[in-house]
């Protein structure tokens, strides 16, 4: 089974960020610039090269308590819910630079490749082709054909990983 950064061994095991990591990313984040949910979204899974992308249920609650601490505002701003850092959030990022800067590095080391075009279309052309059997799967295709594509699967599998471990 493919599981996110597998590609990647860190001392953080397979996640991108440890427990509580994410409130300062978004914060970084919207230090650069006011943003709305769905854009931090995009931006870390442009960032993460298609490997990470934070779900909205980790994202709007994060967003949420940042505001509640006062280290973001919220402003209503063509029909979405815009969130700008506070005095108070660069102060709290200031105050924790040197951990914030060592997150910043696990994301370089992590996602920083010099490779990121060939990830990128590599996790496109996964991505075409999880979208392709999930339209098949509807159209309820037959079980001989289905037996066929893993088949496919399961050696283009194998030979991948065979390449990795050359």
Known sequence: ????HSMYHTSWGDRPFQKGDLKYVI?????????????????LEDRSHGFYAPSPGAVYPTLQFLEEAGYVSSAE??????????????????????????????????WGAKDASEVRETVIEFRRLGRLLREQHRRRVDPQKMRRIKAVLVRASEEVQGILEE
Request: proline share 2%; net charge positive.
């Open 1 to 4: 089974m493919l599981r996110r």
């Open 27 to 43: 914060l970084g984040l919207i230090a650069e610039k006011p943003r709305h949910g769905y854009e931090i979204i995009r931006i």
């Open 77 to 110: 701003q063509d029909g979405k819910k815009t969130y700008t850092i506070t005095e108070e959030g660069r102060a709290f990022l200031n105050q924790r630079k040197d951990f914030s800067d060592r997150i910043k590095r696990h994301m370089r080391d992590l």
